[in-house]
């Protein structure tokens, strides 16, 4: 029996599709006056074992993508027994820059919104679980630049902390996993004892617009109007292990933001499903693979392990 909504504006609203695939369903995550939030959600054809759930997140700077950009990955999950939904959220740099010309407050608040949304939607999983097969004890988030920023911010803010959205989850809520690709935290220090899980990251350490380890987003000035700072994969991946966490860091020596997308590309479903399994059984990890590539790196950054 689905539990009450939470929320009025909450709906479990089945869209039919006519796609090309017929392998998924849409509904309304979140709905108010202005906005309408929807999901497609890939389930597995046998479905009646509980299985954990991976939410996708798109990329797009927080103004452009969509979510059909994470149906390949979430149909390769369905077709390997794990339930995924791909999500959509309010792009609200739309029209505005998230570069180093941008306004900084703008850009918190669109992370913010992102990863609010993110737990909308998680909450209305927990609140509705439609269908059999949906263990939402057992939620992994998975994101690309910035959908990898909304789902970490999403897994490690301090909701308490939040001055523009209430928070949706109960405080004893965690996530069972982050699969990132060239993600970034805003404060390193929300990573903390009590709340650290397993993150699988991938990032090229020459990466211009989402930095790698510790840097102003897209390299801006410190004088630059957009200036933010931002902790990346590598940063995250020192943090988890300091605490003991457990952490995956897929490092690409001198190659830039396209690592976005690899963990969720062909080559790397052995890695996701390994990852899986291994957040899914508590196992501890600490985990660094680098690849060395040919590229020269032009932006002066040097890591002694890429050489």
């Known amino acids: 029996m689905l539990r009450k909504f939470l929320f009025p504006f909450f709906f479990l609203v089945p869209a039919i599709i006519f796609g ?132 970490l911010q999403a897994a490690f803010m301090n909701p308490l902390e939040q001055s523009h959205f209430p928070d949706t989850l109960s405080a004893s809520f965690r996530y069972a996993g982050i699969i990132s690709g060239a993600g970034a935290l805003l404060d390193i220090n929300l990573i903390t004892r009590d709340n650290k899980i397993p993150v699988l990251s991938y990032h090229g350490t020459c990466d211009p617009l989402v930095p790698y380890h510790v840097a102003p987003h897209h390299y801006c000035a410190q004088t630059a109007s957009g200036y933010m700072m931002f902790f990346g994969s590598l940063a995250i991946h020192e943090r988890l292990t300091s605490l003991n966490g457990s952490s995956q860091l897929m490092t690409y020596c001198n190659e830039g933001h396209k690592h976005a997308g690899t963990p969720f590309s062909e080559a790397e479903t052995h890695t996701v499903l390994d990852f899986i399994d291994r957040a899914m059984s508590g196992e501890k990890f600490s985990i660094h693979r680098i690849f060395k590539g040919n590229d020269i790196c032009k932006m002066g950054l040097e890591f002694d392990f890429c050489y």
């Open 20 to 151: 090309q695939e017929h392998d998924y369903e849409t509904f309304i995550y979140f709905e108010n006056d202005t906005v309408k939030l929807e999901l497609d959600l890939f389930r597995p054809d046998s479905g009646s074992v509980p299985s954990p759930l991976v939410i996708h997140v798109h990329g797009g700077g927080f103004s452009g993508g969509n979510r059909s950009h994470g149906h390949p990955f979430c149909r390769f999950l369905s077709e390997n027994g794990i339930p995924a939904a791909s999500i959509s959220y309010s792009l609200s740099m739309k029209g505005k820059s998230f570069s180093c010309d941008g306004v900084l407050a703008e850009k918190i608040k669109a992370i913010q919104m992102a990863a609010h949304q993110t737990r909308i939607a998680t909450l209305w999983f927990i609140n509705n679980a439609p269908g059999p097969g949906i263990d939402t004890n057992s939620i992994i988030l998975a994101g690309r630049s910035a959908g990898a920023e909304a789902v």
